[in-house]
């Protein structure tokens, strides 16, 4: 991880690099979770503002549309279709895929999302 990640992403992020691709081609099955077990992810800089890196919060970006209108119009064109991939990570479901797809259901007021909890002895098959 790079030492000039803010603190909070070394805390709670992943000690490894994936390729989202190779994500997307593992098979699993699909199942509901509800968005609330999810929605701490609001609340770390996983975002990044024009030329920063992990400075902005998808919260942020949920409560000032039309501040941040690059990254809400990414988020309203995200694709419901497709589960948000999670591992678990230092205690937490942690996001692969699918940030912007979170934050969507959440702005169309979901209560459950459809995940793919990806185990972590998948890992190798995903790292870049």
Do not use: C
Not at 11 to 36: C, N, R, Y
Not at 68 to 93: C, F, S, V
């Amino acid at each position: 991880m790079n030492a000039d990640f803010p603190q909070i992403i070394k805390d709670v992020g992943f000690d490894f690099i994936w390729s989202e691709e190779k994500v997307w081609a593992l098979a699993g099955p699909v199942e509901d979770m509800a968005l609330a077990e999810l929605v701490w992810h609001f609340d770390i800089p996983f975002l990044w503002k024009e030329g920063g890196v992990y400075d902005l919060t998808p919260r942020e970006v949920l409560d000032n549309p039309e501040t941040y209108q690059k990254e809400h119009e990414r988020t309203m064109r995200a694709d419901l279709a497709y589960p948000i991939d999670i591992m678990r990570n230092k205690g937490h479901w942690l996001i692969l895929d699918g940030r912007l797809r979170l934050m969507k259901a959440s702005v169309f007021g979901m209560y459950r999302v459809q995940v793919r909890k990806i185990p972590r002895k998948r890992i190798p098959e995903i790292t870049k």
